[in-house]
């Protein structure tokens, strides 16, 4: 093999993909809420989706204590179809949430572009521990660091998207509900990250031959 067609083996070995790439943009897709242990789970294309609170008693997803019968999880809610929200969508999964109370998301891999939609945020504040840009709403959410407050106006009742940059494995805010009737609707809208894979051995070995090769072929000339 000529020192030129090694050289060029040595460069594809070494711009065989090593870093993140992606699997596409998808919502959550909730699969479950329980609102007896405070949890709900579902999955972000590939990544598995966990949401947890340090709420101590079962009205997570209720402000009035009920059971959760607002969340969706079969694709028919409608709450993000608005112009309020970036990607809207007719219809898609909604978790619920009504109580003042710490919350925590992880994913399973990191997600890139990571939405979160915010439907009837209501005079709610939600303080997030991952700086956000907020990228559409209804004019009705106010900014202040990493805090989001909405203005209670029927019937848009503050709706909105926020992008949390980078790659994020965990989300985690604090919620203050100022009115024990209203309640948060929320969506996530990402790309999972995927880590390229490493190269084989074998591929190292064609590495190390053409890379031993190419400075052989140097001596000879010198």
């Known amino acids: 093999m000529q020192t030129k067609q090694l050289l060029a083996l040595a460069t594809a070995v070494l711009l065989a993909p090593l870093g993140i ?4 943009a998808v919502f959550v897709d909730w699969t479950s809420a329980d609102a007896t242990a405070n949890t709900a789970s579902g999955t972000l294309g590939s990544a598995n989706v966990s949401l947890t609170t340090t709420l101590a008693v079962p009205n997570m ?39 003042t109370s710490s919350y925590s998301i992880l994913f399973s891999q990191p997600i890139s572009g990571l939405t979160l939609h915010l ?22 959410l106010s900014v202040v660091a990493n805090s989001i407050t909405g203005t209670a106006s029927n019937p848009d009742d503050a709706n909105g998207s926020l992008v949390f ?8 805010w604090t919620a203050t509900n100022t009115n024990p ?3 948060i609707f929320i969506q996530l809208f990402g790309t999972p ?8 051995p074998g591929s190292l070995a064609l590495l190390a031959i053409a890379l031993t090769a190419l400075g052989i072929g140097r001596r000879r000339r010198a």
């Open 21 to 24: 790439g992606s699997a596409g």
């Open 61 to 99: 997803f209720d402000a009035n204590g009920g059971v959760g019968s607002v969340n969706t999880t079969n694709g028919t809610s409608t709450v993000f179809a608005g112009s309020a929200f970036t990607p809207s969508v007719a219809t898609t999964d909604a978790i619920h949430l009504g109580a």
């Open 119 to 140: 439907g009837q945020l209501a005079n709610n504040t939600l303080t997030f521990g991952t700086p956000f840009n907020l990228v559409s709403s209804d004019g009705e």
């Open 165 to 172: 940059a980078g790659l994020v494995s965990q989300l985690s």
């Open 181 to 183: 009737a209203d309640g």
């Open 193 to 200: 990250a995927v880590i390229g894979a490493v190269p084989e």
